[in-house]
């Protein structure tokens, strides 16, 4: 595991900022991203469950009050954490899957995903997931290597198999070209070697007063 000490000289992980370095993830186990890994569990072994009438009601009374404890801490967008820890698996966020970033160049990327029931469709990945996915490491790729930044003008996706529940399916981002504003981007997951999904998306750079 690579040491916090080389982390905290990048960005202060308790004030991190909303510039992506885009570089592979690295395992850490600070506070917040402990946090994030005890919601995901939350969310998955909800997912999973069917308790009692009792058990749902003293599970609801227990988040909400853990929602009222974690408001006396709310602040503006761009002073939250969740979101801009760029070196952890999804950037410390918890509505789309945790994605690892593996390899990264100026115009490719790699990484990969596992989803559990949570995120499932009825016994494979649900496949409004998959655009979330690849919208995570293309909008990542697109907006890396000093290019200003950009946003999703569309996404065209292709389902071509399956997405199975808790395996490890390989992501990949290319970035294609750019025109002007316009920057042409494509992408596939693979389980092994079938390939699940492949997509084409444009991003668009925003005008100097967007930003």
């Not at 058990?55 to 979101?83: C, H, N, T, W, Y």
């Not at 998959?130 to 490491?137: G, K, N, R, S």
């Not at 198999?161 to 750019?178: H, K, N, S, T």
């Not at 596939?188 to 967007?210: F, N, R, S, T």
Request: glycine content about 8%.
């Amino acid at each position: 595991m690579d040491a916090i000490p080389d982390l905290a000289e990048q960005s202060d992980l308790w004030n991190p900022s909303w510039i992506d370095p885009f570089e592979p993830t690295v395992e850490c186990e600070d506070e917040f991203s402990e946090l994030i890994d005890a919601l995901r569990a939350v969310q998955e072994s909800v997912a999973r469950s069917r308790p009692t009438p009792a058990g749902a009601a003293a599970a609801a009374q227990r988040l909400r009050d853990l929602a009222l404890q974690m408001a006396k801490f709310e602040v503006s967008e761009d002073e939250q954490i969740a979101g801009r820890r760029w070196e952890l698996a999804g950037r410390a966020q918890s509505m789309a899957p945790a994605l690892h970033i593996d390899e990264v160049t100026d115009t490719t990327a790699r990484g990969h995903v596992s989803v559990g029931r949570f995120h499932s469709g009825r016994y494979a990945m649900n496949g409004g997931v998959t655009p979330l996915i690849f919208d995570e490491i293309l909008a990542r790729l697109a907006n890396s290597a000093g290019r200003a930044w950009g946003r999703t003008a569309y996404l065209n996706v292709n389902y071509r198999a399956l997405a199975p529940l808790d395996a490890v399916l390989r992501v990949e981002a290319e970035f294609v070209g750019q025109d002007g504003r316009k920057r042409f981007m494509r992408g596939a997951m693979y389980d092994g070697d079938i390939l699940v999904a492949d997509v084409e998306g444009l991003w668009v750079e925003l005008k100097p007063e967007q930003r």
